[in-house]
């Protein structure tokens, strides 16, 4: 299936800025499940100077500096992709149980083990604490598949918290999520990754897309018409699987990967430092991911 | 002498270790008195070098002058062989960490290091990925902190990585040892200091994304960094610009420095600022250190900044435990230099064993730049020690324990008499094509205390000159030492930052404005205390001057009875308060800082008087702490002799240069508008005769012209006399006309920025059009009085001047300095799931 992704982001300043520099992570990155075919940014005003690289996470980052003063700036990333088939439904009741993923990540030398204990620490926006473990852990049984369990995991937080744009921002402490059990996905999945984190198993932060309109007969998800974000967990020996807490699934042909990270902050859609702008602007963001005729070409 | 610690220059049996014998020897030769004098002259030559170290503190002023101990800190080349072999190695193996960890992380997968012991560490910066310097080497200065135990082998406690200091310090200490003690420096064959630097030059260079005539800069916080000193020395002696962050901008994809020509690429920086700082765009969000898109620029390779970007990871102290795995893995041998006992809380076998033993361990965190500050288990109370273990099983993996390491101890000078106290080194190695170059010695610091177990220029130390000395006269000779401290090339004077250029120019505006302030107080306290009593008007006439020129307002502008009869409390505050714009010690604190972040353009003999004129403040604070004293005017006079001196050396000494300019444009600006403001302030309304004369003669004293007006018009006090010898007469360097026509000058001689054409330009119209009012101005009119008793004539010319002044100010400071404000993040940006 070939989709057609377009994120605009607009910034209108309430002065001039005078330069501004900024990095977008907004290209989707190639993965068993996706191949991006093409992908591009405008800018309005022109860039002064932009470059293209992959970052410590293997991300396409986009970094381009605007040298001439504007009070308004249009960011518009357009990429098509093509979605593998995948295979049906994950077996996920069987596989490393949840006491041999601690033992392993613990003793085992394989150097991928060893490299996804980074996902087990701290992160800028992500500190594990006692309550969440708490929460969490009840999911958890020594003899239960690690995946079943984070899987029931991803259900409960689905079931337990309500989707309430209003209710957090960006520097929300996962502390009043919890204790509100309200927030939207980047916090669902911060939580979840916390929550796995304090329980020893390693997690990351996927930031992406959902189709806008779903085919026929299927509901609209949360997270449409906007980047959405889940997480993975790493179980030892079997590699990395995705959850999405928000809509209670697992991500598949309708998921489109564009970065993972630690956390939000390392795979930020868009950031950037600006001279001048006064002390407000207005941001307005939309996205739409379209799905192509099988014959249609890009 | 003796002490129960090992003490470096004696031998088991007590005697002298050869390399001491002969230093001590002379030293002691010299005799008590002679010691005395040559350790006042070093004080005298580092505070006159402003040799300073700044102590983190509330008062920002003022630096702890550097403190340097007469006794060098003596190594013989065979020992320092040895230690040079160990030190080299060892910079290699931090190399290929660095360039490891940046990279395929090969010591994490193949578990030589825990995960964690990189990937928490906050010295990791996941950002560097991908940053790559020419050449062989990443890490391009790696310093090394290091004591001599019992048996005379040094361990090292820390290794420096991010952007060490102390090599410039080292520079200093050689500068002022050879200064004054000129003989045993010379008979004691030391090895130069001059060839570590001129590698480090040369390999500046080579990093280079461009080799012809490529533009290094150092890149300092700060004047408030507490090693700024340093970050100036070292820019001088290699001959590079002093740049902090607001010089520098990133601008289609490189990296460029303002100056007043324009934009300058920047090819290579060396990096005194931790990295962390440098760029608000991928580091650290809210920092006003950084240059935002510098990264980017770095990892294209378009910009070469040592030490690079991440390289503070090299710091975290728990390597040090790992360090004989990783040498095996990468030398495939054991390091030849060993490192202290280190136990990282982060493995549970160290952790037991580190809370287990706290009162015999040093605790440290493993970033440096963190709130925990190292603690010695042995000087900690019961409750501390609770508390610290409570902390480290918190966070284990934050936290290290070295085994508690007694320097061996070496002579020192203590107020005449020798002691002894423990030592550490700080040695440098840097990068050269070949591999790594050591510089001969290092940094010696020691202990405030015969026991101290901290020794650190934050604490408080006493550092020494370091001497590796041949046995026999070294093959080559180092020529003289005055050679060895010679700056390596001639400063970039072409093109300053805009902001040394506009700090110049500030510079003259203050020192300006505070001499004239000294002036006219000096005067008034004469007359208000004066043998004759002057007139009511005459009074109030003098102290609203007083506010006029200071701007301190209301003041005595505000006409109240009570402060003009009782104007002590109002002159006093005029004078010492800091707080209020416009005060003496305002403009001067102001001047001040402005020299600071000038400094490395300054001479020794500038940078004297700037101390001088700190004593200066001082003591007047001290001399007018319990009020205005009988005749108050004294105090006064060292700080106008002081201005007066520096304000000639400036002039005689400084080069022509375009800062020159820039501070000779400040002075005569504000000299141009202090004089009409006092012209206007004292003449402006007619009184009569008698109050005039007097009013005319504060005039002429203030301006320095009461003797030449005596001479030239016998003792008739006339306005018109007054005004044309303060106003029109370009004999007079005090004049108006003149620092107009000065000003004229300096206008037409500055560089000049785009397009260039026929058509003056506006600060050439703007002092054009002053220069032409006073010229047709008729001194008949502008001593004539009117029917409201005003000199309205002289009041609109005199405004007129300030007018076109003050627009000649805003042109300039447009056209030549940097107006842009700091960077800002912007936040919050998109969030997800919206």
């Known amino acids: 299936m070939r989709y057609h992704i377009t994120h605009t982001t607009h910034y209108q300043y309430a002065a001039p800025v ?281 | 002498m003796k002490s129960t610690l090992h003490n470096e220059a004696f031998a088991p049996d007590g005697s002298l270790n050869p390399g001491w014998r002969h230093i001590l020897g002379s030293l002691q030769q010299l005799g008590a008195a002679a010691l005395l004098e040559r350790d006042q002259k070093a004080k005298r030559i580092l505070r006159d070098d402003g040799a300073t170290y700044n102590v983190y503190s509330g008062n920002t002023s003022a630096g702890r002058v550097w403190e340097l101990d007469l006794v060098p800190a003596v190594i013989t080349s065979d020992d320092w062989s040895n230690i040079e072999a160990g030190l080299l190695e060892r910079a290699e193996l931090f190399n290929l960490i660095l360039k490891d960890c940046y990279g395929p992380r090969e010591l994490v997968r193949s578990g030589v290091l825990p995960p964690e012991l990189l990937f928490a560490h906050r010295g990791f910066l996941r950002a560097c990925q991908g940053i790559s310097l020419p050449g062989e080497h990443q890490l391009i200065i790696h310093a090394v902190d290091m004591v001599r135990g019992p048996n005379g082998a040094f361990t090292v406690l820390t290794d420096r990585t991010q952007a060490p200091s102390g090599a410039g310090y080292a520079l200093e200490n050689r500068t002022v040892m050879s200064r004054v003690l000129p003989s045993l420096f010379r008979d004691s064959h030391v090895q130069r200091l001059a060839h570590f630097f001129q590698r480090l030059r040369i390999k500046l260079a080579s990093l280079a994304p461009h080799q012809d005539e490529p533009r290094v800069v150092v890149l300092t916080p700060g004047a408030y960094n507490e090693t700024f000193f340093e970050h100036a020395f070292l820019a001088n002696y290699l001959g590079y610009p002093l740049v902090q962050s607001g010089d520098l901008m990133v601008n289609n994809g490189f990296v460029w420095m303002k100056s007043l020509e324009g934009l300058t690429r920047v090819d290579v920086i060396l990096r005194r600022t931790d990295d962390w700082y440098c760029d608000p765009l991928e580091l650290k969000g809210d920092s006003q250190l950084g240059i935002p ?219 300006e404005r505070a001499e004239a302030v000294l002036r006219l107080l000096r005067a008034v306290f004469v007359l208000l205390d004066g043998a004759d009593v002057l007139t009511t008007n005459c009074r109030h006439t003098l102290l609203r001057a007083v506010s006029h020129v200071t701007t301190c307002y209301p003041g005595f502008c505000s006409d109240k009875a009570e402060l003009l009869a009782n104007p ?84 005689e000494s400084m080069i022509r240069g375009v800062g020159w300019r820039f501070l000779q444009l400040g002075r005569r600006l504000e000299r141009a508008l202090q004089t009409t403001t006092l012209v206007n302030s004292l003449l402006g309304s007619a009184l009569p005769d008698e109050d005039e004369a007097v009013l005319l003669q504060t005039m002429l004293l203030t301006l320095e012209v009461l003797i030449t007006y005596r001479r030239r018009y016998r003792g008739r006090l006339e306005v018109v006399h007054g005004l044309e010898l303060v106003l029109i007469d370009t004999s007079n360097p005090r004049s108006l006309l003149f620092q107009l026509e000065q000003l004229q000058k300096l206008v037409d001689e500055l560089p000049p920025i785009g397009i260039t054409s026929r058509e003056l330009l506006g600060e050439q119209r703007a002092i054009l059009d002053a220069l032409t009012r006073l010229r047709l101005s008729r001194l008949v009119d502008l001593a004539a009085v009117d029917a409201q008793r005003q000199r309205n004539t002289l009041l609109t010319t005199l405004n007129e001047q300030r007018t076109l002044l003050q627009a000649l100010g805003s042109l300039l400071s447009d056209k030549y300095f940097d107006h842009r404000a700091g960077p800002q993040q912007l936040v919050p940006a998109s969030r997800e799931g919206e």
């Open chain 2, 568 to 651: 002590e409390d109002e002159l006093l505050d005029v004078i010492l308060d800091g707080a209020r714009f416009g005060s003496l010690r305002s403009s001067l604190d102001a001047m001040l800082v402005c020299a600071e972040e000038t400094k490395e353009l300054m001479s020794s003999d500038t940078l004297r008087i700037i101390n001088d004129i700190r004593d200066g403040i001082t003591q007047l604070e001290t001399s007018m702490h319990a009020g205005l004293a009988a005749a108050p005017e004294e105090a006064l006079d060292p700080l106008v002799t002081t201005l007066l001196a520096l304000s000639g050396l400036l002039h």
């Open chain 1, 18 to 298: 005078g330069r501004c520099y900024n990095l977008a992570h907004t290209a989707p990155r190639d993965t068993e499940r996706q191949t991006c075919l093409h992908s591009r940014i405008h800018l309005k005003p022109d860039a002064g100077f932009s470059n293209e690289r992959l970052d410590y996470f293997g991300n396409r980052v986009f970094y381009f500096a605007i040298p001439d003063s504007h009070r308004e700036l249009t960011i518009t990333a357009e990429s098509e992709l093509l979605m593998h088939p995948q295979p049906t439904a994950l077996a996920l009741d069987f596989g490393t149980s949840c006491q041999e993923a601690l033992q392993q990540m613990r003793y085992s030398r394989l150097p991928d083990v060893l490299l996804a204990r980074e996902y087990l620490l701290n992160s800028p926006m992500i500190r594990p604490f006692e309550a969440l473990r708490a929460y969490a852990q009840s999911s958890f049984s020594p003899e239960r598949p690690l995946l079943a369990a984070v899987r029931e995991l991803s259900a409960r937080i689905y079931q337990d918290f309500k989707y309430d744009p209003g209710f957090t921002n960006l520097t929300t402490p996962l502390e009043q999520v919890l204790e509100h059990k309200r927030g939207v996905c980047q916090d669902f999945a911060h939580l979840a990754i916390a929550c796995l984190r304090a329980l020893g198993y390693p997690a990351r932060y996927v930031s992406g897309y959902l189709e806008t309109l779903p085919p026929p007969g299927q509901p609209k998800m949360i997270g449409a018409d906007a980047s959405h974000a889940w997480f993975a967990v790493y179980s030892p020996g079997e590699g990395w699987f995705e959850f999405d807490p928000t809509n209670n699934q697992i991500p598949a042909g309708q998921h489109i990967v564009t970065a993972w990270g630690r956390d939000y902050s390392d795979v930020t859609p868009l950031s950037g430092v600006i001279f001048g702008g006064g002390d407000s602007h207005q941001l307005s963001v939309g996205v739409t991911v379209a799905r192509l005729s099988e014959s249609r070409t890009s």
């Open chain 2, 293 to 511: 898109g510098i990264l980017e620029v770095a990892r294209l390779g378009r910009v070469a900044i040592a030490n690079p970007m991440g390289a503070g990871v090299l710091e975290n102290p728990a390597l040090l435990k790992y360090l004989p795995q990783i040498s095996r893995q990468l030398l495939g041998r054991e390091p030849r230099l060993a490192s202290v006992r280190t136990y990282w809380c982060g493995e549970a076998n160290d952790l037991d064993f580190v809370l287990a033993h706290l009162p015999e361990l040093v605790i440290k965190a493993i970033y440096r730049g963190g709130e925990f500050r190292t603690q010695m288990g042995a000087e900690l109370t019961r409750d501390q020690l609770t508390a610290l273990a409570r902390m480290i099983n918190a966070e284990p993996a934050r936290f290290v324990a070295q085994e508690m390491l007694q320097a061996s101890s070496m002579p020192v000078l203590l107020s005449g008499e020798f002691a002894a106290r423990p030592a550490v080194l700080r040695s440098f190695a840097v990068a050269s094509d070949s591999g790594y170059a050591v510089m001969p010695g290092g940094l010696t610091r020691t202990g405030r205390e015969a026991g101290a177990r901290v020794i650190t220029n934050q604490t408080g130390s006493l550092n020494k000159d370091t001497w590796v000395v041949a046995r026999a006269a070294p093959t080559e000779r180092a020529a003289s030492a005055a050679a060895d401290v010679r700056p390596l090339a001639a400063a970039h004077m072409g093109s300053l930052p805009s902001r040394v250029v506009e700090n110049l120019f500030w510079f003259g505006r203050y020192a």
